[in-house]
């Protein structure tokens, strides 16, 4: 079993940044794969960011390429989602989430374990 507790979320304003963190427990983290997703109101819950144990593989929405970034520290049970020049657009609850394969995929039903979600709002 794994939990993920996300924290970082917030109101800002367009072009803003905030940094996400989520905090893993449970069983041995460095070997699963890290996933942040986004879910807006009324609309699928969709992929952000994931990156592989070693952080040598990423991949991101399209919508995100180039604001956003994923990172990891393994020896702190953690993955991060910068996010730089945020959009109105970018407004969703934001949860972390893990899998077990090894191999990076952005399909929600791949993940098997999720956090709870921390709020993002961007609004002037």
């Known amino acids: 079993q794994v939990q993920l507790v996300e924290s970082g979320g917030g109101l800002v304003q367009p072009g803003d940044s905030l940094r996400l963190s989520c905090a893993a427990s449970?069983?041995?983290?460095?070997?699963?794969?890290m996933g942040w997703f986004r879910q807006a109101p009324g609309k699928e819950r969709e992929f952000v960011a994931a990156i592989n144990w070693s952080g040598g593989s990423t991949d991101y929405a399209d919508a995100v390429k180039g604001r956003f970034s994923i990172s990891r520290d393994n020896a702190k049970m953690s993955v991060f989602l910068q996010m730089n020049s945020l959009k109105p657009e970018d407004t969703a609850v934001y949860y972390c989430?893990?899998?077990?394969?090894?191999?990076?995929?952005?399909?929600?039903?791949?993940?098997?374990?999720w956090g709870q979600g921390t709020q993002v709002t961007v609004s002037s």
């Open positions: 989430a893990t899998k077990r394969s090894g191999v990076v995929t952005t399909t929600v039903n791949d993940y098997d374990y």
């Open positions: 449970g069983r041995t983290f460095s070997w699963f794969v």
